[in-house]
């Protein structure tokens, strides 16, 4: 019925204060036959709380911090609760689930994006910047809902859009495109940046590029889609590869001049 925090160092899970300083310990009321569930979120944020639903409100989303969900329910009638730990323990019983297990799972999609030349002779370009343009960035996590066991996230009722940095250079440490890639990992090219964004239908993409002469040139816009045209899904991570093919430069192979067209004989006295 309340909000605890949680510290988690490589798989240990340490019970917090609500200010997620001092540790604490928590027990079940010694007489209580109430059954209790258990949900967890990441990260931390503010939390709304009614008689039927809990929801946590993530603002300013910005792609590079996960939004996880979990919870965890007896599948007997009687837990967990005080009484139903001192039947098993008496009974000698092995229940696998005797404690809460959380498990989480993404609410975000992922996109892995890759950047590779093209398999042409030409002089590589550099990509700067690689945008997600007008991603929602206010959503509302429902943790727990008395209609609804499964965790949902939506967008919030200004969900606010801006766009989302995949990758953007600094100094001149900008984005070398790898060689054309041979085989195995070196196919999907160099690993550009990934971020969690809110699950859409499409995402539009905008790049700026650099050429050998460090002008710099706005790619072409573009529209992602799932192979299937299906909504990209929470939990699922999309290997996205940007092929650059780069500038050709102008040669001339041959330069010739027509002859003369005979206009005839002018004569005049």
């Known amino acids: 019925n309340g909000c605890i925090v949680a510290a988690v160092s490589k798989g240990s899970v340490t019970l917090k204060d609500a200010k997620g300083e001092k540790e604490e310990t928590y027990y079940y ?12 979120c990441y990260p931390k944020a503010s939390v709304t709380k009614t008689r039927n639903k809990v929801t946590v409100n993530y603002t300013d989303v910005t792609g590079s911090t996960d939004i996880l969900a979990g919870s965890a329910v007896s599948k007997y009638a009687d837990g967990y609760n005080a009484k139903y730990y001192r039947q098993h323990l008496k009974d000698g019983d092995k229940i696998e689930d005797l404690h809460p297990t959380l498990t989480l799972e993404h609410k975000l999609t992922k996109l892995d994006f890759y950047v590779k030349k093209g398999d042409e002779d030409t002089e590589e370009l550099k990509v700067k910047n ?15 809902d008395k209609n609804n066991s499964a965790s949902t996230l939506t967008t919030a009722s200004n969900p606010s859009t801006k766009d989302i940095t995949v990758f953007k250079s600094t100094g001149n440490d900008d984005l070398l495109i790898p060689p054309f890639p041979g085989q195995g990992e070196e196919q999907k090219g160099k690993l550009a940046g990934a971020v969690a964004v809110y699950p859409s239908d499409y995402y539009k993409i905008s790049m700026e590029l650099v050429d050998p002469k460090n002008e710099s040139h706005e790619g072409n816009a573009i529209t ?5 045209k299906l909504p990209f899904a929470a939990g699922t991570c999309y290997q996205v590869v940007l092929t650059i093919y780069g500038m050709r430069q102008v040669k001339i192979s041959n330069v010739s001049v027509k002859d003369w067209v005979p206009g005839g004989s002018i004569e005049e006295e």
Do not use: M
Request: net charge negative; aromatic share 16%; no cysteine.
């Open 224 to 228: 992602l889609y799932t192979n299937d």
């Open 29 to 40: 009321p010694f007489d209580s036959k109430k059954s209790f569930s258990f949900y967890a």
């Open 130 to 144: 690689i945008t997600i343009e007008s991603v929602p960035t206010n959503l509302v996590l429902t943790l727990a």
